[in-house]
Nanobody, 126 residues
Framework: QVQLVESGGGLVQAGGSLRLSCAAS??????????MGWFRQAPGKEREFVAS????????RYPDSVKGRFTISRDNAKDTVYLQMNSLKPDDTAVYYC?????????????????WGQGTQVTVSS
């Protein structure tokens, strides 16, 4: 069984920064062999792709909405993926989820991911 646990969410003013973390665990889960991603979902909206990173950390992908503001990274020694969020805007308010994909390099659709965390709330005030 695979567990993904997000942390680091909270309330921040517009223009501020937050760093999300996602710790992975599982008896037979090899974190260093899977792509990792971050998604977000605001009330009444569909789940939206935010960032993904390849198993070795050499390739990343972002949508235009966060490119230049968000940075995904991973530490395979700690089985942890991070999302550094800068210049936050009220539109970034959502529940943020991390996910793991056994296939693909930097997937950008929810269906490509096999395991999901419970999410952490990020609220950006204006």
């Amino acid at each position: 069984q695979v567990q993904l646990v997000e942390s680091g969410g909270g309330l921040v003013q517009a223009g501020g920064s937050l760093r999300l973390s996602c710790a992975a665990s599982g008896r037979t889960f090899r974190f260093s062999s899977v792509a990792m991603g971050w998604f977000r979902q605001a009330p009444g909206k569909e789940r939206e792709f935010v960032a993904s990173i390849s198993w070795g950390g050499f390739t990343t992908r972002y949508p235009d909405s966060v490119k230049g503001r968000f940075t995904i990274s991973r530490d395979n020694a700690k089985d942890t993926v991070y999302l550094q969020m800068n210049s936050l805007k009220p539109d970034d308010t959502a529940v943020y989820y991390c996910a793991a994909a056994r296939g693909g390099i930097v997937p950008d659709v929810p269906n490509a991911y096999d395991y999901w965390g419970q999410g952490t709330q990020v609220t950006v005030s204006s």
